[in-house]
């Protein structure tokens, strides 16, 4: 895994809730107070993924919202290009 973190923890008492110090590793992926994430819960693997949520972008009316998924497609087509057009 590169640039991965591993960390051993264990489960406190927060207040009345049970959880886990995660301090150092919300930093590393720029999550701070207040900010938004997406969990997963894995029973079968025993793993509770935690991920920054993505900006929500709201389309203005009458803006065709598969625009944002052509475009995802083709940054990820030419994200070498782009780049290289970008440090120029």
Do not use: W
Request: charged share 30%; proline share 5%.
């Amino acid at each position: 895994m590169n640039g991965a973190m591993t960390m051993n923890r264990k489960v406190t008492r927060f207040g009345s809730s049970l959880g886990v110090s995660l301090t150092d590793a919300l930093k590393q992926i720029g999550l701070g107070l207040g900010d938004e994430v997406d969990v997963v819960v894995r029973p079968e693997a025993g793993e509770i993924v935690i991920r920054k949520m993505k900006p929500r972008v709201e389309v203005p009316e009458g803006f065709n919202p598969e625009f944002f998924a052509t475009l995802d497609k083709n940054m990820k087509k030419y994200r070498e290009t782009i780049e290289g057009l970008k440090n120029r």
